[in-house]
T-cell receptor, first 114, second 112 residues
Framework: TQLLEQSPQFLSIQEGENLTVYCNSSSVFSSLQWYRQEPGEGPVLLVTVVTGGEVKKLKRLTFQFGDARKDSSLHITAAQTGDTGLYLCAGGNAGGTSYGKLTFGQGTILTVHP | NAGVTQTPKFQVLKTGQSMTLQCAQDMNHNSMYWYRQDPGMGLRLIYYSASEGTTDKGEVPNGYNVSRLNKREFSLRLESAAPSQTSVYFC???????????FGEGSRLTVL
């Protein structure tokens, strides 16, 4: 069974601060997706990274896929109250019996205070 | 654009009762999924259907059954509900098995 360990589980910061969320595994993934979920709604995809070492930027959010494709990070610069939510990482499996079964991390609940 | 629609949004059951969660997508996606979400445990895959006519077990299939009725619809059935099945259930779909997931708004189920 592939596992994704996400940390920290909770993050409470002030507006304007920077933060990083980590997603680690001992398994190799073919891709890594990051989702954001707001209360009462389903998760929404932020980004997909597929190449080891890949860095993608989405405005103030920077996503990185580890060189060995076993870990990923999400860095938010100058957090805003609108960034508040649950952030989930999910690892994709290229084939075999696990094909199509994304493995989700436990999630990071981010609260940004004004 | 409806996307993924789940019904019901809320349900309270007594232990031993049965119910079916309905899910429909209008994006012509091939793959559909049922997840459950519990505090501190992220999303856990119950069952999925890579394409119409196929279903496969996920991480936590015990106590559940699914039916891929057609390309649009994927239902989840609890035959004899247990308190451990109290959770928020999400249906999702994707173009291909490892692609971006599009989620419904969730169904909150409480089993007393």
């Amino acid at each position: 069974t592939q596992l994704l360990e996400q940390s920290p589980q909770f993050l409470s910061i002030q507006e304007g601060e920077n933060l990083t969320v980590y997603c680690n595994s001992s398994s190799v993934f073919s891709s890594l997706q990051w989702y954001r979920q707001e209360p009462g709604e389903g998760p929404v995809l932020l980004v997909t990274v597929v190449t080891g070492g890949e860095v993608k930027k989405l405005k103030r959010l920077t996503f990185q896929f580890g060189d060995a494709r076993k870990d990923s990070s999400l860095h938010i610069t100058a957090a805003q109250t609108g960034d508040t939510g649950l952030y989930l990482c999910a690892g994709g499996n290229a084939g075999g019996t696990s094909y199509g079964k994304l493995t989700f991390g436990q999630g990071t609940i981010l609260t940004v205070h004004p | 654009n409806a996307g993924v629609t789940q019904t019901p949004k809320f349900q309270v059951l007594k232990t031993g009762q049965s119910m079916t969660l309905q899910c429909a997508q209008d994006m012509n996606h091939n793959s559909m999924y049922w997840y459950r979400q519990d505090p501190g445990m992220g999303l856990r895959l119950i069952y999925y259907s890579a394409s119409e006519g196929t279903t496969d077990k996920g991480e936590v299939p015990n106590g559940y059954n699914v039916s891929r009725l057609n390309k649009r619809e994927f239902s989840l059935r609890l035959e004899s509900a247990a308190p451990s099945q109290t959770s928020v259930y999400f249906c999702a779909s994707s173009v291909r098995p490892d692609g971006e997931l599009f989620f419904g708004e969730g169904s909150r189920l409480t089993v007393l």
